[in-house]
């Protein structure tokens, strides 16, 4: 081999070399420079607004159901006199009467839904029946009782539907409902109906006196004042005559 030839392998090999090693420090500087470029953006943007959260309805008051058992009420049964008009009251206990506030509630429509407990008395002789009902709810007056009048006095025995019979009037210093004798009812039979405001009334009786007695000692709407009766107009003075 000649001198060229030996000089012409070692440049070739030192050339490789050299490319070798660049190459190679190329490789780390790609390795080690960092990545400057930034981030892209996140195609998922959330929203301004929350969705508002679903508010609830308020749930409607069940309407008032009657009430087919009766509890006792000693406090009720307590109101009603023993004694009226010098004969005696009688207070039936209350397990001894089959009647419910439903029942006679029926009679008083949505008023009547509202009755709690029912507490009943009784005359023998002259004939008188009690029935005092404890209400729930708001109070009524006694002309909240009017659209029930012709059923009240059905409940008690009064043929037909009719309620042009009841008239408003006073027992007892009581605003009451009362429907007198007429065609439809025995003789001398009066009903009354009223309230207090939480408590119900109806009263059938033959002896208006004895009835009156029991509403007296009853709790009741005071009746208005009597309406003051017109008065006349004072006359005029009659003209003087002339003497003469």
Do not use: K
């Amino acid at each position: 081999m000649t001198i060229w030839s030996l000089a012409s392998l070692r440049l070739a090999g030192a050339a490789g070399l050299a490319l070798a090693a660049a190459t190679a420090l190329a490789a780390c500087s790609t390795a080690e420079t960092p990545d400057t470029s930034e981030p892209r953006p996140s195609s998922i943007v959330p929203s301004s607004s929350q969705t508002p959260a679903v508010t609830a309805s308020p749930t409607p008051t069940p309407a008032p159901t009657p009430r087919f058992t009766n509890e006792p009420d000693d406090e009720l049964a307590a109101l009603i006199p023993t004694e009226a008009a010098g004969v005696d009251v009688v207070i039936a206990p209350f397990d001894e009467f089959a009647l419910t506030p439903g029942d006679i509630g029926l009679a008083f429509g949505d008023i009547g839904d509202r009755f709690a407990s029912l507490a009943l008395a009784y005359v023998p002789q002259p004939r008188t029946t009690l029935y005092a009902m404890r209400l729930d709810g708001e109070p009524i007056t006694t002309d909240d009782l009017e659209p029930h009048l012709a059923t009240a006095g059905r409940y008690v025995g009064i043929a037909g539907l009719d309620p042009d019979p009841w008239e408003a009037g006073e027992a007892g210093g009581h605003a009451v409902w009362v429907r007198p004798e007429d065609n439809a009812t025995a003789a001398g039979t009066m009903i009354y109906a009223w309230s207090d405001g939480e408590l119900v009334f109806l009263l059938i009786g033959v002896d208006d006196t004895v009835n009156r007695a029991i509403i007296e000692q009853l709790p009741g709407e005071p009746a208005p004042p009597p309406t003051p009766a017109p008065t006349e107009s004072a006359s005029a003075q009659p003209a003087a005559s002339d003497g003469g």
